[in-house]
């Protein structure tokens, strides 16, 4: 990914605020936030169960917006695209890995990480979505639908999916929560040496602290605010 410009950030957010009125009144999720996160960088953000990490997931990748302040993807501020844009975005950019897999349950394996390419008029679609399952050793799996498929061969096949479009970052929430903890560890080292190969920016969100020391960088999110976390 020699295109990247690896002193400039990929990711930044400018003192955002984010906020929500529930019954029980006014909350704010965030105040004055700020983040600044360079190409190729592995970053965890970590946090106890409501600290708003997957909300701020959400906000870095343009997916929803902040109340206050700006995000900026490439020096873009995102705040300045319409929807189709954003989403245009997302589509050649990012890339997500969440927990419950979201895989489709009509594709089989190879259709589910083919679509992405198609989408993006990508004419070796095929030869990619092979070479991506093969890659985290699926190439016998091809045919077989999610429901056909353990916990860990449907996160295989996500990841796969989220490789194959060669994302400038990609986000993983969670990724190993549905996971049993043998079949957790193998998901993580697949994901991290792939990660590697690429050059991808990594933005993890996970409550697990021996998965976030794998990152170069860990962010604890509390009280609104990122502190840099030294263990």
């Not at 029980?24 to 190409?39: C, K, M, T, Y």
């Not at 701020?56 to 206050?68: E, K, T």
Request: with cysteine.
């Amino acid at each position: 990914m020699s295109y990247l410009n690896r002193e400039k950030p990929i990711i930044e957010a400018q003192d955002v605020a984010k906020s929500f009125r529930t019954q029980a009144g006014h909350v704010d999720l965030f105040r004055h936030l700020n983040l600044s996160i360079l190409p190729g960088e592995s970053l965890a953000i970590i946090g106890r169960s409501g600290a708003g990490k997957s909300t701020l997931l959400s906000l870095l990748a343009g997916l929803d917006s902040p109340g206050q302040g700006r995000i900026l993807f490439a020096g873009q501020p995102l705040d300045e695209l319409d929807d189709n844009a954003r989403a245009a975005l997302r589509l050649e950019q990012i890339s997500f890995i969440f927990q419950s897999f979201h895989l489709l349950p009509e594709l089989n394996a190879l259709d589910n990480v083919r679509l992405p390419l198609e989408i993006q008029g990508r004419s070796d679609a095929d030869d990619q979505a092979r070479h991506w399952l093969e890659q985290v050793g699926l190439g016998a799996r091809f045919d077989h639908y999610p429901a056909q498929l353990s916990g860990g061969e449907q996160q295989r096949v996500a990841i796969a999916r989220a490789f194959a479009t060669q994302p400038k970052v990609l986000f993983a929430d969670e990724p190993t929560g549905n996971l049993d903890d043998d079949t957790g560890h193998h998901i993580i080292d697949q994901l991290f040496h792939l990660n590697a190969s690429a050059g991808t920016t990594l933005i993890l969100i996970t409550h697990d602290i021996d998965l976030a020391n794998r990152c170069q960088r860990r962010l604890h999110l509390h009280n609104g605010q990122l502190e840099e976390s030294r263990s």
